[in-house]
């Protein structure tokens, strides 16, 4: 697939993967970056290396939780580069803890960036997506909103919100010529996973069919089949990437 694609989340983790196969593949990429400070701690560097593929790439900085930034950012993005082909929601907090012990902070902080964010997005680039008659959008869920997962009730539901969100919006989408996928990533060594315990670690491993933790560049293969004109008769589905974690 061609033209342009926002990745929100992209300066680090399975963003900056996503980002670099997308550019591989002759996507234009906007680098969704949280604040100034990601531009110039990763986000500068990553839009030079994916230039490096011959394609055009800059950052944009917006809190995706925030919808009046979300307007501003898709705004420039489409004045920067004319169209958006593609969107990723990639980008995401946990904020773990047991339920009992959960403040409400925690618990609205990851619906506003994890499942908020969505929303936003969604709502902003398939307006362009239904004027153009096409469009690829793939959001990032993860096993935890399939299955749950203890101590992860704030993200669980986040998570599991994309499904029914990705659903719908196929369904509300897919006469328009654009289609709405998500992945459900399991364990992938990123610096949110780094966060875990040895313990929590080698109590996922244990459950994992392959044995081994993912790595973001397997996440970015599936993405950007589903960003591709190979995958043009799929929507509306969850495709997990978990090295066997459940089935
Ligand atoms: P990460 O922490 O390395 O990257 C997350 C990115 O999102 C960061 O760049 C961060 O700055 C950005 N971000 C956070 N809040 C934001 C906001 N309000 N506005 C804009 N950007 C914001 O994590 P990762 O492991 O690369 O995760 C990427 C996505 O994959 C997340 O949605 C995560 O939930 C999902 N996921 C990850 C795993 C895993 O094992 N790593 C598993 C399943 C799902």
């Known amino acids: 697939m061609s033209g342009t694609v926002i990745i929100t989340g992209a300066a680090q983790g399975i963003g900056a993967a996503i980002a670099e196969k997308l550019a591989k593949n002759g996507m234009n990429i906007a680098i969704n970056c949280i604040n100034e400070a990601q531009v110039e701690s990763n986000g500068n560097q990553l839009a030079q290396k994916l230039r490096g593929y011959g394609v055009e790439a800059e950052c944009f900085i917006a809190d995706v939780s925030d919808f009046e930034q979300c307007r501003i950012m898709v ?32 618990y609205d902080s990851v619906i506003a960036v994890n499942q908020k964010s969505v929303y936003n997005m969604m709502k902003l680039v398939s307006a362009i997506m239904i004027k153009q008659r096409s469009g690829k959008i793939v959001s990032l869920s993860s096993v935890a909103g399939v299955h749950g997962n203890p101590g992860q009730f704030n993200y669980s539901a986040s998570k599991a919100a994309i499904i029914g969100m990705t659903k719908s919006a196929a369904k509300e989408l897919g006469s328009r010529g654009i289609n709405v996928n998500a992945v459900a990533p399991g364990f992938i060594e990123t610096p949110m996973t780094d966060k875990l315990t040895e313990d929590q670690k080698q109590a996922i491993l244990s459950a994992v069919a392959m044995k081994r933790y993912g790595k973001a560049e397997e996440v970015a293969n599936v993405v950007a089949f589903l960003m591709s004109d190979e995958a043009s008769y799929v929507t509306g589905q969850v495709i997990e990437i978990s090295g066997g974690l459940s089935m």
């Open 75 to 106: 705004d420039a993005v489409k004045e920067r580069f004319g169209t958006i082909d593609g969107l990723v929601n990639n980008a995401g907090i946990t904020r773990d803890g047991l339920l009992v012990r959960m403040s409400e902070e925690a």
